[in-house]
């Protein structure tokens, strides 16, 4: 059972477009969303994160979207360039349990077309 | 500043071998753990650690044991490598302090693995 979901698979966008992926969550418990970059060859980095107390956050021309209710959140690529084609992942975890999981999404392959 | 260091990065096993999957961090860290990374099928939890001494089992651990008997290292074994078992291994870690219980993992450069 897959607890984080993440679509598309794949995505092209052209250079100066908006980059969308979206995820999706079961468990009410998570309450810690990041995002993930991982260029090839390259492990994962932390891109940007969300606690569900706030429905946005943006930093630079990465925003996060979160929506409680529907427990979906989504991150927007503004302006989107060549340099961020690169594989997005999602992720989820309890922030304060002591024995926590990170759990990721299946992730986003993105190529920027110039 | 190293970081979180993997070793071997690449390794090609025959059905049956064993070997293990280094993985060291100079940060600190208190929290270790090891993922596997499939096409399609996103990063996927084998073991954490959430200190020297305490291990726990992931989303898909069979197959793989783990141990932490310093807080700078976290080797995972593979005691009888099969096709299945070939996949991208990450090492990642982060610090466990009550106030940011849950932030940033910092990921090794990952070793790849092939079993024949």
């Known amino acids: 059972q897959q607890q984080v979901k993440q679509s598309p698979q794949s995505l092209i966008v052209q250079k100066g477009g908006i980059s969308i992926i979206n995820c999706a969550y079961e468990?009410?418990?998570?309450?810690?969303f990041p995002w993930y970059q991982q260029f090839p060859g390259k492990g994962p980095a932390l891109l940007i994160a969300?606690?569900?107390?706030?429905s946005e956050k943006k930093e630079g021309r990465f925003t996060i979207s979160f929506n409680k209710s529907a427990k979906q959140f989504s991150l927007h690529i503004m302006d989107s360039q060549p340099g961020d084609s690169a594989t997005y992942f999602c992720?989820?975890?309890?922030?304060?349990?002591?024995?926590?999981?990170?759990?990721f999404g299946s992730g986003t392959r993105l190529s920027i077309r110039p | 500043n190293a970081g979180v260091t993997q070793t071997p990065k690449f390794q090609v096993l025959k059905t049956g071998q064993s070997m293990t999957l280094q993985c060291a961090q100079d940060?600190?860290?208190?929290?270790m753990s090891w993922y596997r990374q499939d096409p399609g099928m996103g990063l996927r939890l084998i073991h954490y650690?959430?200190?020297?001494?305490?291990?726990d089992q992931g989303e898909v651990p069979n197959g793989y044991n783990v141990s932490r008997s310093t807080t700078e290292d976290f080797p995972l074994r593979l005691l009888s490598a099969a096709p299945s078992q070939t996949s991208v291994y990450f090492c990642?870690?982060?610090?466990?302090?009550?106030?940011?219980?849950?932030?940033?993992?910092?990921f090794g450069s990952g070793t790849q693995l092939s079993v024949l």
């Open positions: 969300i606690r569900p107390d706030v």
């Open positions: 940060m600190n860290h208190e929290y």
């Open positions: 650690s959430v200190g020297a001494g305490i291990t």
């Open positions: 468990n009410t418990a998570f309450d810690y």
């Open positions: 992720a989820a975890s309890e922030r304060y349990s002591s024995a926590s999981k990170i759990i």
């Open positions: 990642a870690s982060r610090p466990r302090t009550a106030a940011v219980a849950n932030e940033k993992l910092f």
